[in-house]
């Protein structure tokens, strides 16, 4: 980046090119304040939020498509690819979805009706256009022996409704890969949990293409023997593989500090040779993995300014807050020049 803030620094769609495609996270205010940065170095991207279900359907005959649509017509626009995500999930989906018109719990049958319409719906309106989707989002326990964690979903439908999204989707826009997509996907208890649920996925004959690993990462945890572990097992399965919305933070996830206003003394060198490392094991994997997604772009505006710690600067990306390359990027830019 020079001193008129034109970037010059190689792109990061230039140096994956012959292996997967780059995206990051986007809302309708980083389309703006980060338009350089993104048609430079990125060929695909993600709504962040604008396409979940409560975004985009408030009310039962109600659709709200104006964000979700300005993301959209930012990727033509740009000649990007673009990932859907998400249209199951158990967050920040509207509480009429699993009501009757009395207010009492829906029955199974209306709600597998609500869903299919809010898929043909959504996914119908960007058929052509969103070339993925993450369908089915997080339904897998955290803890404890139980698959698939409480949910309103699980309560109503039973664990049917996971293929039934799938199938829906399907239907909706055939030519559209359809992934799950989960966090905590390299510790190896929700790894072997996510491996079963998509492999009775295929056994039911679910329209199911790939597995997508979220990757929110830090500094010391999981560690790349059990990235490789993840990796090989789901790729074990014969689907694709995507990082859906990568980011490392600087912090352990039980930190709970507070006070930092820029990183101490070694954060970033160990962030570069975390960042080096992961990109190895997918250049080393490129076979099977089709994308990397960072959810986000440049430290200027990152989620985890605020989670798990409410307000707390973070500093995840592999570009700074005025979009200038930090060490990260130099390790994986002379990586992939190789």
């Known amino acids: 980046m020079n001193s ?38 990125f060929n695909s991207i993600t709504a962040e939020n604008e396409m979940k279900f409560v975004s985009v359907h408030p009310e039962e005959d109600v659709y709200t498509f104006e964000d979700a649509d300005l993301l959209a017509d930012f990727a033509g626009r740009h ?8 249209l199951v999930w158990h967050n920040q989906t509207p509480d ?8 009492r719990p829906a029955g199974k049958a209306l709600l597998l009706e609500r ?23 997080e339904v897998i326990a955290d803890e404890g022996d139980a698959l698939l964690r409480p949910s309103k979903w699980l309560d109503i439908a039973g664990p049917e409704f996971i293929a039934r999204a799938f199938e829906y989707a399907h239907d909706a826009d055939p030519e559209a890969l359809l992934f799950y997509n ?17 492999k009775s996925l295929l056994e039911q004959g679910a329209p199911i293409h790939g597995i997508g690993l979220q990757a929110h990462w ?11 572990a993840a990796i090989e097992k789901y790729a074990s399965l014969g689907l694709q593989l995507q990082l859906t919305e990568l ?19 070694g954060m970033l060198e160990r962030q570069a040779e975390l960042y080096e490392g ?18 986000g772009a440049a430290d200027d505006y990152t989620w985890l300014d605020d989670f798990p710690v409410r307000g707390r600067k973070n500093w995840p990306m592999l570009f700074d807050a005025q979009h200038r390359p930090k060490p990260a990027y130099d390790r994986i830019a002379a990586l992939f020049a190789e």
Do not use: C
């Not at 000649?79 to 998400?86: C, D």
């Open 247 to 265: 980011d490392v933070s600087v912090f352990r996830f039980d930190d709970r500090r507070a006070d930092l206003t820029s990183p101490e003394p």
């Open 218 to 228: 830090n500094l010391f945890d999981p560690s790349l023997d059990d990235i490789r």
């Open 79 to 86: 000649q990007m690819a673009m990932r859907g995500h998400t």
């Open 182 to 198: 989960d966090y905590n996907e390299s510790h190896p208890a929700k790894r072997d949990k996510i491996y079963a649920l998509v």
């Open 96 to 103: 009429w979805l699993f009501e009757d018109s009395q207010g």
């Open 115 to 137: 869903l299919r319409s809010h898929i043909d719906t959504v996914v119908g309106r960007y058929k052509g256009r969103l070339y993925a989707w993450d369908v089915v989002n």
């Open 278 to 295: 992961v990109f190895g094991l997918l250049k080393e994997y490129r076979d099977v993995i089709s994308g990397v997604t960072f959810w």
């Open 4 to 41: 008129t803030g034109t970037h010059t620094e190689q792109a990061l769609k230039d140096l994956f090119s012959q292996h997967f495609r780059i995206g990051a996270a986007v809302n309708p205010r980083t389309i703006r304040s980060q338009e350089q940065l993104l048609a430079h170095h």
